[in-house]
């Protein structure tokens, strides 16, 4: 168990319970600058430089400046998925989806320590990075987010992106691209799935839908 337990504002509370996702192995987080045992600062670490982490950092950063915060991230790069969505609607570039995770981190106030992590050993209030590096912590935010299975479906991995088979979380240029080439002028038959297993984002599969139709309303 760990030592402490979090007491956040409503605000805060909300922050943390969005970044809590499903873990996984091959999207964990890192740090940056190690905070020693003599520091006064409250030391948090966040696993995961994706929205919810970024979320978290800056929301608690807000309230209270006089504490430290590592975020752990092996990821060169930070996309602000919500957008992949307008993406697929041609309503937003996919290039601005994406900007350096150093960046992204540091603009919000913390730190980034560009490494995966391989444990958390909350007895001793520490993680491990994958290249063997040990990091303390007072309290830790787990928001590794989820990893899209490709190969979960028969014959999705082969199809993604074409022979018509689109997807949101594919950042949302083939589904564009799909949209656009659709032949109006005559029938077709189109299929919009709606995952029942946790998905980034529960309503980009009706989102789409809607922007799509629109579209080929106003083509």
């Given at each position: ?8 504002t ?9 970044a ?23 030391r948090?670490v966040v696993?995961?430089?994706g ?5 978290v950092s800056s ?5 209270d ?6 975020v ?9 998925q919500p ?14 989806t ?11 106030g ?9 444990k ?7 993680i ?7 990091v ?5 935010v ?12 028969p014959?999705?991995k ?7 088979v ?12 799909a949209?656009?080439?659709l032949d109006?002028g005559?029938?077709q ?5 709606f ?5 980034k ?9 809607y922007?799509a139709?629109?579209?080929w309303?106003d083509?």
């Amino acid at each position: 168990m760990f030592s402490r337990v979090l007491s956040f504002t409503r605000t805060q509370r909300a922050a943390v319970l969005g970044a809590v996702g499903v873990v996984s192995t091959t999207s964990w987080t890192y740090l940056h600058n190690p905070v020693t045992a003599e520091s006064e600062k409250t030391r948090i670490v966040v696993i995961g430089g994706g929205t919810a982490g970024i979320t978290v950092s800056s929301q608690l950063l807000k309230k209270d400046k006089d504490i430290d915060i590592t975020v752990v991230d092996g990821s060169k790069y930070h996309y602000y998925q919500p957008a992949w969505t307008l993406v697929g609607a041609g309503l937003y570039d996919y290039e601005d989806t994406r900007r350096e995770m150093r960046r992204v981190v540091e603009d919000a106030g913390a730190d980034l320590l560009p490494e995966n992590v391989n444990k958390i050993r909350p007895d001793e209030n520490k993680i491990v990075t994958t290249s063997g590096r040990e990091v303390q912590y007072d309290y830790l935010v787990v928001a590794a987010g989820m990893t899209t299975d490709w190969t979960a479906l028969p014959g999705l991995k082969e199809n993604i992106g074409k022979n018509g088979v689109v997807s949101n979380y594919d950042g949302g240029e083939a589904t564009h691209q799909a949209i656009q080439a659709l032949d109006t002028g005559s029938p077709q038959q189109i299929l919009f799935t709606f995952p029942a297993t946790p998905v980034k984002c529960g309503g980009a599969p009706q989102k789409v839908m809607y922007l799509a139709q629109e579209y080929w309303q106003d083509k």
